[in-house]
C-alpha cells in the first residue's frame, strides 16, 4: 500500500459512512502523490494525516418554535477544519441532506480554495439539516435565531467568519447577523454576504458566477477562444446560477438551461436579460418553482432531468455536489462540450472527472472556479476592518485580479508538476502548498 493509499485507509476507517468526504479527500491527495515525493519533509511532519484530521468539529441542537407553536428540532453544524493561513472561513448550507459527512467534505474543499484565493483565509463550513422550503419567513428567523445562539461562542472576526451557501442568502445572514450582535453586543465583520446597508459588500452576490466565468475565460484564452457565440448549459437557479447567466450574456455567450431540484428548462431561444430577471424574482423572492420560466416564456421542461444531453460548448454545473455523473460527461464531451466551469462544489463525480480529462477539455474544478465568492467574502472583511467601503468597479477588478491569478497559479502547478493542462492536479498542488508549508512553520500543532 502506498503512503497516499495507508492515508486514504486511515480517513475511511476513521470516518465511517462520510462518503463525500472520502470522495473529496480521495481526489485531493491522489493529486499529492508528486508532491509528496518531491517533499519528504512534509511526510515527516506529518501533514497530511494533520490535514485530515479537523481542528475542531462542533456539532448541536438547534431547537425551534414552528408557526403552529410544535417544538421542531434540527441538528446545526460547524467544521473548524484548518487555521493555518488564516482564521476559519467558509459558508453554511441550509438543506435536509446537510449530515458531519457533507459538511467535512465542503471544509476540506474549503481550505484548498481559500489557499488559492492569495488571500488570508483558513477552511471553515458549516449548516444544518433544516429545510427552509416552504417555511414561513417567521420561521426562517426564529431557526437562524437559535442556530445562531450556539453558533455565537465559536465564531469571530477574527477566529472564524460563516457566509452563505445552498439555502443561506441575504435574509437568511440579516437574521443570523442580528443575532449575533444582540448576544455579543458588537458590531463586527463576523458573517460575510451582509447587505450592503450594514457592512455588506458590493459584488459579493455575484461574486461566485462571475468569477466562475472569469476563470473559465481564462481557461480559453489558453485555446485563443473567447464566450461570443457559445451556447451554455447552467444547473441550478439560486445564487451561482443567476449570476452565471448575467456574467455569460455580458460575454456574448448564448445560456439556454436552469435548473432546480425538481427539473431543468431548455429555452433554446436563450435566456436574455429579461427572462433572467424573471427567474431571479421568480427564485429569490416568490421562492417558486423554476418550472414556472418554461410555462411563462413556452420553454421546454424536463420533470426530474438534469440538463446535461443538451449540446453545448460550456457547462456550468452550479447546483450541488455528484449532479454530473460517468454517462453525464461522456454526453456532454460526446455533444462538443469543450469548457466546464464549477460553480458547485465538487459537482463532478469521480469517473465524470476522469472522463473531462481523459477528453482533454478545459476542465475548471470547484476550489480553483467557485473561489471568487470566498475570495469577494475576504475583500468584504478587509473592508470591514477598515470600516471603508470600496466601489464596485474596484471589488470586480479585485476579484478579476484574483480569478486570474488562480488560474495561473494552477496552470503553473500542473506544469511544473509534469500534468499541463489538468487543472484538478494544479489547483489541489497549489492549494496544498502554501497550507503544508504555513502548517511546517508553524510547529506540531
Ligand atoms: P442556492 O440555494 O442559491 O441555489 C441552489 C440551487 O441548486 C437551487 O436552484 C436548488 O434548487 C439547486 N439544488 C440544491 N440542492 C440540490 C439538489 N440536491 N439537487 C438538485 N438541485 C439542487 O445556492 P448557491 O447558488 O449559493 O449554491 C449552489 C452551489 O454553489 C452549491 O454547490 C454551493 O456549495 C456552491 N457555491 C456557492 C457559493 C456562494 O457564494 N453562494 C460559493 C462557492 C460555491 P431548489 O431551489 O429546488 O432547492
Ligand atoms: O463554498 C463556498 O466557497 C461558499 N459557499 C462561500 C464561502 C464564503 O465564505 O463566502
Redesign the pocket.
Known sequence: MSYIEEILDLVKRRNPAEYEFHQAVDEVLQSLEPVMEKHPEYREARILERLVEPERVLMFRVPWLSDKGDFEVNRGFRIQFNSAIGPYKG?L?F?P?VNLGIMKF?AFEQIFKNSLTTLAMGGGKGGSDFDP?GKSNNEVMRFCQSFMTELCRHIGPDTDVP???????AREIGFMYGQYKRIMNEFTGVLT?KALRWGGSLIRPE??GYGCVYLAQEMLKTRKETFEGKVCVV????????YTVKKLLELGAKPVT?????GFVYDSKGIDLKKLEFAMEL?NIRRG??KEYADKFGAEYHDGK?PWSIPCKAAFP????N?IDEKDAETLVKNGCTVVGE?????TTPEGIDVFLKANILYGP?KAA?????AT?GLEMSQNAMRLSWPAEEVDKRLKQIMVSIHDAAAKAAADYGFPGNYVMGANIAGFVKVAEAMMDQGHV
Open positions: 459558508g448550507r438543506h441532506t465542503l422550503k457566509a452563505g451557501d445552498i439555502g443561506v442568502g454576504g461574486a461566485t444547473s441550478g437557479s439560486g445564487n451561482v446560477a443567476q436552469l435548473s432546480d431540484s425538481n427564485k418553482r423554476i438534469r452550479s447546483a450541488t455536489q449532479e460553480g458547485a462544489n465538487m459537482p470547484g467557485n473561489a471568487g465568492g470566498v467574502s
